[in-house]
């Protein structure tokens, strides 16, 4: 095999019926120079063995197997066994697109930029489009940062060189917002140029109702909330409130929501409310639908408690996304915000 460009890190986990469309989603594609790096984070539904069919058949494709630790440390193993001289993190249950590969190749083999973003289309079980997820608009990517850029900071978007990651990890104590915890910190270190490509170049998959981050307790979300507040005070470092505050804003209030709809209002609660309101002098940034929720928890939290359980009792369950929590619906992995 010749120097490897790029390795696609693949962690799964208990995906048989989606592993095999992924990973030939790849294969049948043209290209070289790149690697398929699977990392087995103790699968019990077979994917471990259809994991094993696929390295034996392709010298491209390398295989690992752990314990079940998660998808961060399944993340971190293929980001230690992996060649390339980029990386392209992948889930298990999503697809490449039709050209992604020979576009994603030839704009590394050309430019060498730090990172390459691209358009994701959101899809359903019989990969019909249910929505896009934008690329960054702006071009001074390394002086405005990824926020302020328009990067929405999902990990499947991007394609990182090895000099931004330099020695970044995903932090395995998290089990929501990992992935966009380790994004915030690798793009900071954009320095030169980003490629962005206009059109989609992967598929990702919204509509597994077994997925693992549509099973966490809302304890999950209350640590998750630390991500956001630690990316504001960076971003507030640099003299950059906003989009950060909203997105802060936005996940605290749907965090708290979602306590509020399971009636519980202790020592959680108090801490995500204080939490938000440390940062009162900002909230003149807000504006609509946000700024009223923001200005009932702060006034009126009682009030603010009763319409969630009201809510809570009136609406049927939603599913819990792993990324931003809204108003009516705790989920816009469409926005990881």
């Known amino acids: ?124 079980s019989d990969e019909r489009a249910l929505g896009i997820i934008p690329a960054p608009t702006k071009a001074d990517y390394a002086k405005n940062g990824p926020l302020v850029s328009g990067d929405l900071l999902y990990l499947y978007a991007h394609v990182l060189s090895r000099k931004i990651i330099r020695d970044e990890r995903f932090d395995s104590s998290l089990s929501l ?21 206009d059109k989609p170049l992967y598929a990702y998959f919204i509509s597994r109702a077994d997925s693992a981050v549509n099973s966490q307790g809302v304890s999950k979300y209350v640590d998750a909330n630390e991500v956001q507040l630690h990316i504001l005070k960076a971003e507030l470092r640099q003299s950059r409130c906003c989009p950060a505050y909203e997105f802060f804003v936005t996940h605290t209030l749907g965090v708290l929501a979602l306590l509020c709809k399971q009636g519980r209002f202790g020592e959680s609660f108090e801490l995500l409310r204080n939490r938000l309101l440390a940062f009162d002098y900002l909230h003149d940034h807000l504006r609509g639908n946000l700024r009223r929720r923001y200005l009932l928890c702060k006034h009126f939290p009682f009030l603010y408690r009763v319409s969630y359980i009201i809510k809570g009792k009136l609406s049927k369950t939603r599913r819990l996304g792993s990324t931003v929590i809204g108003d009516a619906n705790p989920i816009q992995e469409g926005s990881n915000t």
Request: aromatic residues 8%.
């Open 1 to 124: 095999m010749s120097e490897v460009l790029l390795s696609i890190v693949i962690p799964v986990y208990n995906t048989q019926m989606y592993l095999d469309r992924c990973i030939k989603s790849i294969l049948l594609q043209d290209g070289s120079s790149y690697e398929i790096v699977l990392v087995d984070d103790g699968s019990v539904d077979g994917s471990s063995e259809l994991c094993d069919a696929y390295g034996k058949e392709y010298k491209n494709v390398k295989v690992a197997h752990q314990a079940n630790a998660g998808v961060s440390s399944a993340r971190n193993r293929g980001l230690a066994l992996a060649s390339g001289k980029y990386i392209w993190f992948c889930d298990s249950d999503d697809r490449l697109l039709p050209h992604a590969l020979e576009i994603v190749l030839k704009t590394i083999a050309v430019s060498m930029p730090d990172m390459i973003v691209f358009p994701v289309v959101e899809e359903d």
């Open 177 to 197: 917002l990992e992935d966009r915890d380790f994004l915030y910190r690798v793009c900071c270190n954009v320095k030169g140029k980003i490629a962005i490509i």
